[in-house]
């Protein structure tokens, strides 16, 4: 696999094939999303001025970060256990893409008032998780 840089230029870096199947990439996105929300579980003001670039983390914002710490943990875990015990890994996958389509949602309705930078990271980071998501749900059968 090679990804090319510039607009102009042709260079090409070059990506070792990662010989991973569908449980092994949901793993990975489950660990991620996993250490994502105890991270904000655990450190809402700190991830939080990391994630909104604001200085000051109000008292509501910690609690929010917190409940969507444990929103994604949740999601993380019901997916790992699925898939260690042949359940229905789609729909936790599922489900998880609707959460990450809230924050797709949530970053648009608050995009006037976010720092370029933000947005694009808030939104693209978003779609990215909802269509890997949703994509690595078609792997799995239904129920």
């Known amino acids: 696999m090679a990804l090319f840089f510039g607009a102009k230029s042709k260079e090409t870096v070059s990506v ?7 449980r092994e990439l949901v793993q990975i996105l489950s660990f991620i999303r996993l250490g994502i929300g105890v991270g904000f579980f655990l450190l809402p003001r700190r991830l939080g001025r990391w994630w909104t670039g604001e ?15 444990g929103r994604d943990a949740a999601l993380a875990l019901g997916t790992l256990i699925a898939l260690e015990n042949d359940g229905n890994v789609r729909g936790w996958l599922e489900a998880g ?21 933000r947005r694009l990271l808030g939104l693209a980071s978003s779609v990215s998780a909802v269509s890997i998501g949703l994509n690595l749900a078609q792997a799995f059968e239904e129920g």
């Open 97 to 117: 893409a609707v959460s990450d389509a809230s924050d797709a949602v949530s970053t648009l309705t608050n995009w006037g008032d976010l720092p370029p930078l």
């Open 55 to 69: 200085e000051e983390i109000s008292t509501t914002s910690r609690m929010a970060l917190r409940s969507l710490g």
């Open 16 to 22: 070792p094939d990662l010989d991973l199947d569908e």
